[in-house]
């Protein structure tokens, strides 16, 4: 892993785990249990994958890469 994200809301708790080479976001329980991993169609945007930071109440995972930052819906 090249970087993580330690989400400590009590109502959405986990780790996200950024993978560069396989240019994923994994997303676990804090017991390690995986619960969902993101990615991008055009994988070359997440080449410089380098921060992630999640917002639980908002449903939202921003990921910094290069000089650019994107924003991911999680949805219900």
Do not use: H
């Not at 991993?37 to 921060?51: C, G």
């Amino acid at each position: 892993a090249q970087g993580f994200f330690l989400n400590d809301s009590p109502i959405d708790p986990a780790f996200f785990v950024i993978s560069r080479p396989a240019r994923t976001i994994f997303e676990t329980t804090l017991a390690g249990t995986y619960i969902d991993s993101y990615q991008v169609f055009e994988q070359d945007k997440l080449a410089l994958l380098s921060n992630i930071v999640a917002y639980p109440t908002q449903n939202i995972v921003y990921v910094a890469s290069g000089n650019s930052i994107f924003s991911i819906n999680k949805g219900d």
